[in-house]
């Protein structure tokens, strides 16, 4: 007994530590600046046509719109995974604020907050693709290959369920 006790723990404990290397904190990003080219914040106009060309782009799909505000949706996998966000945005700025996921493993009650590191890189290619939109630089590339450095996540991949 006592050594399968020796054999067992340890790897119990390996299994536990992998599955925390994949969790991330989630933060919101708020008051995020969004300039044009010329370095001046865009209007309240511009800065909603770039997050929607920009969330579009990156395979993000628009759930509602309000005066100020737009609520995505991002499935992946055929919907194993996804999740839902609100952008409540104004002249120059915006937010990201995590609503809700499946298929990531999310813990988003209590202290702290956590998530798949896949949700981080959603949240950074979209941030990224917002940044490079508002500056009319190149368009990234469109959906299906916007998730291409998320093809070497299939060993790392959530499996379904929240």
């Given amino acids: 007994m006592k050594k399968f006790i020796c054999f067992v723990l340890p790897l119990l404990i390996a299994c536990g530590s992998a599955h925390a290397a994949r969790a991330i904190p989630i933060e919101d990003k708020t008051d995020v ?3 044009g080219a010329d370095g001046k914040p865009l209007a309240v106009a511009e800065t909603r ?4 060309t920009a969330a579009r782009q990156r395979g ?3 759930k509602r719109e309000e005066p100020g ?6 499935e992946y996998r055929r919907g194993r995974a996804g999740a839902t966000i609100d952008v409540p945005y104004k002249a120059g700025f915006y937010s990201i604020l ?4 499946h298929g990531l493993r999310a813990r988003d009650t209590g202290s702290p907050r956590t998530i798949h590191k896949t949700y981080g890189r959603w ?5 990224d693709s917002i940044s490079t939109a508002s500056r ?3 368009a990234p590339p469109p959906a299906q290959a916007a998730d291409s450095d998320d093809a070497d996540d299939k060993d790392d991949a959530p499996p379904g369920g929240k």
């Fill in 136 to 138: 009319g630089g190149n």
């Fill in 69 to 74: 505000s737009i609520r995505l949706s991002y």
């Fill in 60 to 62: 993000w799909e628009v």
């Fill in 33 to 35: 600046e969004v300039t």
């Fill in 123 to 127: 949240m950074r290619n979209l941030t």
């Fill in 98 to 101: 995590y609503v809700e996921s």
């Fill in 49 to 52: 046509n770039t997050i929607l």
